[in-house]
């Protein structure tokens, strides 16, 4: 089984409507991360998490907000989806990197959002 | 300007031949520097990280100049199934745990 796992993997949407992305992971880490992918630009940080009920804002939280409710869910939502928020979502998990190391991020299988 | 920039190619080589992508940081700060390898619509995974002293990993080989802010990997005997994305990506000036990718490097290796 995957260690990070993304639902659901696909979703089509209405401009306006609510969208809850689910992440869950079985790796343990106390870190979880919520991305964007949009062809040419990279990949972009949304939210972040360091552990139950941390919650930071990323480089692009606007229209976004997230739920860090157990240590191995990580959920994201779009109160009012926008077409410019179509684009492909991972989820990512690390555990705490030493002091001036940082540790590998495992992304899940990734959500394509479509939004009319 | 991006914070990562790369090449997005296509780089489209034969098989066995080497090949090689750059990459440049604007952030001098920048401490951790990595390649993440990405198939297509499926999710990055970290290739190698990326040290001052220059790594190496089988055919792969990642160097770091940071007085330059330039990266560089490098694919020796390039085999079909190293077609892919490949995603340079530093941290953060001001943290260890943000991650600023750059939008990836093509690779195409044909038979």
């Known amino acids: 089984d995957a260690d990070v796992t993304q639902t659901p993997r696909n979703r089509i949407t209405k401009t306006g409507k609510r969208i809850m992305l689910e992440c869950s992971q079985t790796?343990?880490?106390?870190?979880m991360y919520w991305y964007r992918q949009d062809p040419g630009l990279g990949l972009r940080l949304i939210y972040y998490?360091?552990?139950?009920?941390?919650?930071n804002k990323g480089e692009i939280s606007d229209g976004y907000s997230v739920s860090r409710q157990a240590q191995a869910k990580f959920s994201l939502s779009l109160e009012s989806a926008i077409p410019n928020q179509t684009a492909l979502y991972f989820c990512?998990?690390?555990?705490?990197?030493?002091?001036?190391?940082?540790?590998?991020?495992?992304f899940g299988p990734g959500t394509r959002l479509t939004v009319l | 300007r991006k914070e990562v920039e790369q090449d997005p190619g296509p780089f489209n080589v034969p098989e066995g031949a080497t090949v090689a992508f750059n990459c440049t940081y604007s952030?001098?700060?920048?401490?951790?520097f990595f390649w993440y390898r990405q198939d297509c619509r499926k999710e990055p995974k970290l290739l190698m990280s990326?040290?001052?002293s220059g790594n190496e990993d089988g055919r792969f080989t990642a160097q770091l100049n940071r007085a330059s802010q330039y990266i560089s990997l490098l694919i020796r005997d390039s085999k079909l199934s190293d077609s892919a994305t490949y995603l340079c990506?530093?941290?953060?000036?001001?943290?260890?745990?943000?991650?600023?990718f750059g939008s990836g490097t093509r690779l195409l290796v044909r038979p």
């Open positions: 990512a998990t690390s555990l705490e990197g030493n002091s001036g190391y940082t540790d590998t991020q495992y």
């Open positions: 790796k343990g880490h106390d870190r």
């Open positions: 998490s360091f552990d139950v009920k941390d919650i």
């Open positions: 952030n001098s700060a920048s401490q951790s």
């Open positions: 990326v040290y001052s």
């Open positions: 990506v530093v941290t953060s000036g001001d943290s260890s745990y943000k991650l600023i």
